[in-house]
């Protein structure tokens, strides 16, 4: 009688083709799942991405001298009186804000129609008739 030989290519042909089927219906996994399914892994990978880049980015140290006498002077800017050219009919007074009221707005007037004698309309006007 023959012996019998071992299966061993058979394994092997098993093991390559069973891989070669997973990395195949990898980009079909994601066609089945529901669309909050498939939001919540694009979220997760836009995290990872973004913990990953934060990882690698260098943390920005500040500058605690230049922003302290930017602080200064800003402080400083805020409580001086402002100097230089006020406006028109500006006193001395505190703010140079000037006594009296800069715009001055014309006064009221009361609108009294004309009756067109022309107009049917008018006929309710006009005095004559």
Do not use: H
């Not at 006193?91 to 800069?102: A, I, K, M, T």
Request: aromatic share 4%; net charge positive.
């Amino acid at each position: 009688m023959k012996q019998r030989k071992s299966p061993v290519a058979l394994i092997v042909v098993a093991v390559f083709a069973g891989v070669g089927l997973m990395i195949a219906a990898k980009p079909f996994r994601e066609e089945n799942l529901s669309m909050e399914e498939k939001m919540k892994l694009a979220q997760e990978r836009a995290q990872a991405e973004q913990a990953s880049k934060m990882a690698n980015a260098p943390a920005p140290k500040p500058d605690m001298k230049k922003e302290g006498s930017e602080l200064k002077d800003a402080i400083a800017k805020s409580v001086a009186r402002p100097t230089g050219p006020k406006g028109p009919g500006a006193d001395d007074e505190e703010g140079g804000l000037p006594s009296s009221p800069v715009v001055i707005k014309a006064e009221d007037k009361v609108y009294i129609p004309t009756p067109n004698a022309s107009a049917t309309t008018s006929q309710w006007y006009d005095k004559s008739n």
